[in-house]
């Protein structure tokens, strides 16, 4: 299939498509003309990088976990790609970790705000001086 189906039946860009393939993420064979053509596979394969990146990896790392799916029966790939996605999972679990810090400092921001706003509705306005 070419580039214009495979993004209709992904949901991706051909911009993407493209972008996929110069990180070495997908690949397509090339018609005389130039033209990509994608196997029925890769509407799965595209499926599988969208699944990744939403996960937060960056393309550098996904290249280092598709070749699990490429070469599944390979010990020493399936160890590096286990390393790669555990270093993903203790990076994530530290954003996580540095959010919740951050939405504490906030709740405490808010609740002092909250206070703040509340002595402020119940001030006696102040009576304006005559010059």
């Known amino acids: 299939m ?3 189906e495979l993004s ?3 949901g991706v860009s051909p911009r993407s ?4 393939e110069e990180q070495g993420l997908l690949t397509s064979a090339r018609s005389d003309a130039g033209q990509r053509h994608y196997s029925d596979a890769a509407v799965q394969r595209v499926s599988l990088i969208r699944q990744l990146f939403d996960a937060g990896m960056s393309s550098r790392v996904i290249a280092t976990v598709l070749p699990c799916v490429d070469v599944p029966g ?3 790939v399936a160890e590096e790609t286990f390393t790669a996605m555990m270093r993903e999972r203790d990076r994530i679990d530290a954003d996580i970790a540095h ?5 504490d400092a906030l709740d ?5 705000n909250s206070r703040h706003r509340a002595e402020l ?3 006696p306005e102040p009576v304006p001086q005559s010059a």
Do not use: N, P
């Open 2 to 4: 070419r580039i214009g």
């Open 74 to 76: 390979d010990l020493g």
């Open 108 to 112: 405490v921001l808010i609740r002092a």
């Open 121 to 123: 509705s119940t001030a």
């Open 8 to 10: 209709k039946r992904t």
């Open 99 to 103: 959010l919740i810090e951050t939405r």
């Open 17 to 20: 498509l493209r972008y996929y």
